[in-house]
């Protein structure tokens, strides 16, 4: 949803995720980590 409004990753996309999903930061690093993972389920 962030990115319909703010649709590039900016400093402003960032603090919207950040608010509606604290933490995102996590999920990020688990979906560097598994992401291969689930790519095609």
């Known amino acids: 949803m962030t ?3 703010e649709p ?3 400093p402003e996309f ?3 995720l950040e608010r ?3 933490d995102y930061a996590q999920r990020k690093a688990w979906l560097a ?3 291969i993972e689930v ?3």
Do not use: I, K, Y
């Open 3 to 5: 990115h319909l409004h």
């Open 8 to 10: 590039h990753h900016t």
């Open 14 to 16: 960032w603090r919207r």
């Open 20 to 22: 509606a999903m604290p």
């Open 33 to 35: 980590e598994h992401g």
């Open 39 to 41: 790519e095609g389920v």
